[in-house]
């Protein structure tokens, strides 16, 4: 089992940039396959981004592609959403979530670990 708690979310102006992060408990994170997904108001949840277990595979939804890199570090149990060139259309809660996996997990397979969530607001 795995605990998951992002930060890092925040107020930017459109163009700008941030960095969320994804701290993870437990010794086996790096068997679990990662995701970011987000949820605007009023909207689905929605598949962001994910990596593979060893951060070889990556793959992205095509509204964020070429703008969002995701990203682990497994000695610090810790994931990362680096968020470049946001538009207001990005505003959100961002959720980062696991799963027990050694294989990508990409959308619609589900995932069995979801942190809190933190906000992102993008003025223009």
């Known amino acids: 089992q795995v605990q998951l708690g992002e930060s890092g979310g925040g107020l930017v102006q459109a163009g700008g940039s941030l960095r969320l992060s994804c701290a993870a408990s437990?010794?086996?994170?790096?068997?679990?396959?990662m995701g970011w997904f987000r949820q605007a108001p009023g909207k689905e949840r929605e598949f962001v981004a994910a990596?593979?277990?060893?951060?070889?595979?990556?793959y992205y939804s095509d509204s964020v592609k070429g703008r969002f890199t995701i990203s682990r570090d497994n000695a610090k149990n810790t994931g990362y959403l680096q968020m470049n060139s946001l538009k207001p259309e990005d505003t959100a809660v961002y959720y980062c979530?696991?799963?027990?996996?050694?294989?990508?997990?990409?959308?619609?397979?589900?995932?069995?670990?979801w942190g809190q969530g933190t906000q992102v607001t993008v003025s223009s």
């Open positions: 979530a696991a799963h027990y996996t050694l294989r990508l997990r990409t959308p619609p397979d589900p995932y069995d670990y």
């Open positions: 990596i593979s277990y060893n951060g070889r595979s990556t």
């Open positions: 437990g010794r086996t994170f790096s068997m679990y396959a």
